[in-house]
Every structure is written in C-alpha cells, then in structure tokens.
C-alpha cells in the first residue's frame, strides 16, 4: 500500500470512528436529572412499547424504559412521555447547529 493510500484509508477509519461517536439522542429522565446519549434508538411512540438505546448487539443495548403508558407532549425533535416508573424526555441533537 503506497503511502497516499495509507494516509486516505486512515482518514476513513478515523471519519467511521468519530461518526459512531456522534450522539443522535439525549434522554433525560424527570426525577433524577439521568441523561443517557445514542446515536441510534429504537422507538415506537405508542403505548406499551418501550424506548431502546443504541449501541444494540448480541442482545444487548444501553438503555430500555420500562413501557410507556402515556405520551405527554411531542414534536419533530422532542418526545415528553411516562412510563410504568419514570417521565422522560428524549431529544433530537441537530449536529448542524452551533
């Protein structure tokens, strides 16, 4: 590998590295100020469901809420919700702003 090659390749691997660093989602729970960050969610915005952070593998995952029982305010980048234990506001980071 010549070393123009080797100084490209290196870019990409530190771009890949930064990008999964980045985090997409901030959710804050009420009662205790807790804040937990993740670039990816899994999430349906509906009763009994539960809000899963990434990073997800081999059956794994950051966070899970206990199910949702009620959704208390929501818009394009924002969700207020309860669960069976907990409120809790997730956020849309835009990475665009500064």
Request: aromatic residues 10%; proline residues 2%; hydrophobic residues 35%.
């Amino acid at each position: 590998m010549s070393e123009e090659e080797n100084k490209k390749l290196t870019h990409i691997v530190t771009e890949v590295n930064y990008l999964m660093t980045i985090s997409n989602w901030k959710l804050i729970r009420e009662r205790d100020g807790l804040t937990k960050s993740s670039n990816d969610i899994l999430f349906v915005a509906l009763i009994n469901t539960s809000l899963m952070m990434s990073p997800f593998g081999d059956n794994s995952f950051t966070w899970l809420t206990t199910p949702i029982i009620e959704i208390i305010q929501q818009k394009d980048d924002y969700i207020k919700f309860k669960t069976e234990n907990s409120v809790y506001t997730l956020l849309k980071i835009n990475h665009d702003e500064k």
